[in-house]
């Protein structure tokens, strides 16, 4: 295990002062972040103490240690999983062989581009959800999201530690431009789409945690295999980092959930909405939206850039290791694929395909979490049942961009789609309602909103009532 060096500007186990040139490009790079964290990070909390989490060494039991920090004292560092001895290619052409130490020339462009691509979402997150502390149901979810704000801000630092280390001087311009976008700004966007939506709600914030952090987690599985290490044992500690996250959203969506079935049973007519709580059907439809714009980060369904990151070992299969075949080259995978108005099954090359199978890993482990929530239905008792839409409902990428399908995956027109929109994705009079709900933040320790079951159990063995975030409102 390598031990974290924690009394330097910036926490590293990277033995970043052995580089002092690397040292002081990142140095000067620090106040520009700090200078992007206060302006664009949560508003309105950077002087409380906040019980966060912070890695001091990366093993597995002992790389997070729990104490009240203010947010901007948080201790942003470059942390790499540890080095497997002798490791190999882990697919494509190369398979086989020792992985790459140093960036090879004729990658050199495609893998900035990655890493930028990744390190892009990061901040984006944070600006996406910088005000949603002002409305927060409890100081535990506040806590919460504020542990996955300054994580999304050392993912940054992980992919910038990267283009520094091993781009030279255009790897230090893409790490000033990684502060310079802005989520939704139409001048200056983040790279990808569901990084321009608003999340102005916490049934949105779950949903992205769930959804969106997820395709993170596929992302960086498929980084994970890269035979660039650096990026591999980068990706692979934020694995770590991600796994929290998504138990934010899964468990924020089920508690949501709870409440409706509760406020439902209330209700003469069964109708959670009139009881103060977000209803199921509402639920649903986010559930909706998120998942459809999720879906098209993975990148087109057949992709001649997927085949050659792949042939390349850029990237990887999720799990490589649970493949047979790691070259890849023989193999054939089943689309549905638009053809002169209807859907036709064609197999395509599977190397071209292996953005979906990465999708179809991703779908899987969402259909793991719907079942959690479909159970806690049926254990209230509530006759409904929350699905995950066909992977072609929605899309903006891809093959089924630009046509219209329904919940089902099947082909509408678009008189038919404008009249049911509505009922399948939140309407701005759904959005309103979900925000009305949330007008007033509840920083009284161990107290809830009224549309949000209470947690099962707090964080690191504390109650639920514990001052998650020592909170004095300005
Ligand atoms: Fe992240
Ligand atoms: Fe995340």
Same mark, same amino acid.
């Given at each position: 295990m390598s031990s974290v060096v924690n009394d330097t500007r910036i926490p590293n186990n990277v033995d970043l002062s052995s580089d002092k040139r690397l040292q002081r490009a990142l140095e000067e790079w620090q106040p520009n972040f700090l200078k992007w964290w206060v302006e664009m990070g949560p508003e309105g909390f950077q002087q409380d103490d906040v019980f966060l989490r912070t890695a001091i060494s990366v093993d597995h039991e002992g790389w997070a240690n729990f104490d009240y920090v203010k947010m901007p004292d948080y201790r942003w560092g470059i942390f790499l999983s540890d080095a497997v001895a002798d490791r190999t290619i882990a697919c494509g052409d190369d398979y086989g062989k020792p992985v790459w130490q140093q960036v090879p020339g004729e990658h050199r462009n495609v893998l900035r581009r990655l890493i930028v691509t990744q390190g892009d979402t990061e901040p984006a997150s944070v600006e996406q959800q910088r005000l949603l502390g002002q409305t927060c149901p409890s100081l535990y979810d506040l806590r919460n999201l504020f542990q996955v704000n300054v994580e999304e801000g050392r993912h940054l630092w992980a992919m910038v530690y990267l283009l520094h280390s091993y781009f030279g001087r255009d790897g230090r311009e893409e790490a000033e431009a990684l502060l310079e976008r802005r989520s939704g700004?139409?001048?200056? =966007?983040?790279?990808? %789409?569901t990084f321009n939506e =608003?999340?102005?709600?916490w049934l949105s914030f779950f949903m992205f945690t769930f959804f969106t952090d997820r395709d993170g987690k596929y992302q960086l599985l498929a980084l994970a295999e890269s035979a660039f290490d650096p990026l591999s044992r980068t990706t692979r500690f934020m694995l770590t980092e991600e796994a929290h996250h998504m138990f934010v959203g899964e468990t924020g969506v089920l508690r949501v959930v709870q409440r409706a079935c509760e406020l439902a049973k209330l209700d003469p007519n069964g109708d959670a909405r009139a009881q103060g709580g977000v209803d199921l059907a509402t639920i649903q439809r986010y559930l909706n939206f998120w998942f459809s714009s999720s879906l098209?980060?993975? %990148?087109?369904?057949?992709?001649s850039n997927a085949a050659s990151f792949f042939a390349a070992g850029l990237k990887g299969r999720?799990?490589?290791?649970?493949?047979?075949?790691?070259?890849?080259?023989?193999g054939t995978y089943a689309l549905d694929l638009p053809r002169d108005g209807a859907l036709r099954r064609e197999e395509v090359a599977l190397r071209t395909a292996m953005n979906e199978v990465l999708r179809d890993e991703y779908v899987e482990d969402c259909q793991r979490g719907v079942d959690k929530w479909n159970r806690t239905i049926a254990e209230q008792g509530v006759d409904f049942k929350l699905t995950l839409p066909s992977r072609r409902f929605n899309r903006a990428q891809g093959l089924y961009a630009g046509m219209r399908f329904d919940t089902d995956g099947a082909l509408i027109d678009e008189a038919t789609w404008q009249a049911m929109k509505s009922r399948w994705l939140p309407s701005d009079a759904d959005r309103a309602y979900v925000k009305s709900l949330m007008t007033r933040p509840v920083y009284e320790p161990g107290k809830m909103a009224h549309w949000i079951a209470p947690p099962k159990q707090g964080i690191k %063995?504390? =109650?639920?009532?514990?001052?998650?975030v020592r909170h004095t409102p300005a």
């Amino acid at each position: 295990m390598s031990s974290v060096v924690n009394d330097t500007r910036i926490p590293n186990n990277v033995d970043l002062s052995s580089d002092k040139r690397l040292q002081r490009a990142l140095e000067e790079w620090q106040p520009n972040f700090l200078k992007w964290w206060v302006e664009m990070g949560p508003e309105g909390f950077q002087q409380d103490d906040v019980f966060l989490r912070t890695a001091i060494s990366v093993d597995h039991e002992g790389w997070a240690n729990f104490d009240y920090v203010k947010m901007p004292d948080y201790r942003w560092g470059i942390f790499l999983s540890d080095a497997v001895a002798d490791r190999t290619i882990a697919c494509g052409d190369d398979y086989g062989k020792p992985v790459w130490q140093q960036v090879p020339g004729e990658h050199r462009n495609v893998l900035r581009r990655l890493i930028v691509t990744q390190g892009d979402t990061e901040p984006a997150s944070v600006e996406q959800q910088r005000l949603l502390g002002q409305t927060c149901p409890s100081l535990y979810d506040l806590r919460n999201l504020f542990q996955v704000n300054v994580e999304e801000g050392r993912h940054l630092w992980a992919m910038v530690y990267l283009l520094h280390s091993y781009f030279g001087r255009d790897g230090r311009e893409e790490a000033e431009a990684l502060l310079e976008r802005r989520s939704g700004d139409p001048d200056k =966007p983040r790279i990808l %789409g569901t990084f321009n939506e =608003p999340c102005e709600d916490w049934l949105s914030f779950f949903m992205f945690t769930f959804f969106t952090d997820r395709d993170g987690k596929y992302q960086l599985l498929a980084l994970a295999e890269s035979a660039f290490d650096p990026l591999s044992r980068t990706t692979r500690f934020m694995l770590t980092e991600e796994a929290h996250h998504m138990f934010v959203g899964e468990t924020g969506v089920l508690r949501v959930v709870q409440r409706a079935c509760e406020l439902a049973k209330l209700d003469p007519n069964g109708d959670a909405r009139a009881q103060g709580g977000v209803d199921l059907a509402t639920i649903q439809r986010y559930l909706n939206f998120w998942f459809s714009s999720s879906l098209d980060l993975f %990148g087109a369904e057949v992709s001649s850039n997927a085949a050659s990151f792949f042939a390349a070992g850029l990237k990887g299969r999720a799990k490589e290791a649970q493949h047979t075949d790691h070259v890849a080259l023989e193999g054939t995978y089943a689309l549905d694929l638009p053809r002169d108005g209807a859907l036709r099954r064609e197999e395509v090359a599977l190397r071209t395909a292996m953005n979906e199978v990465l999708r179809d890993e991703y779908v899987e482990d969402c259909q793991r979490g719907v079942d959690k929530w479909n159970r806690t239905i049926a254990e209230q008792g509530v006759d409904f049942k929350l699905t995950l839409p066909s992977r072609r409902f929605n899309r903006a990428q891809g093959l089924y961009a630009g046509m219209r399908f329904d919940t089902d995956g099947a082909l509408i027109d678009e008189a038919t789609w404008q009249a049911m929109k509505s009922r399948w994705l939140p309407s701005d009079a759904d959005r309103a309602y979900v925000k009305s709900l949330m007008t007033r933040p509840v920083y009284e320790p161990g107290k809830m909103a009224h549309w949000i079951a209470p947690p099962k159990q707090g964080i690191k %063995g504390r =109650p639920v009532d514990f001052e998650y975030v020592r909170h004095t409102p300005a």
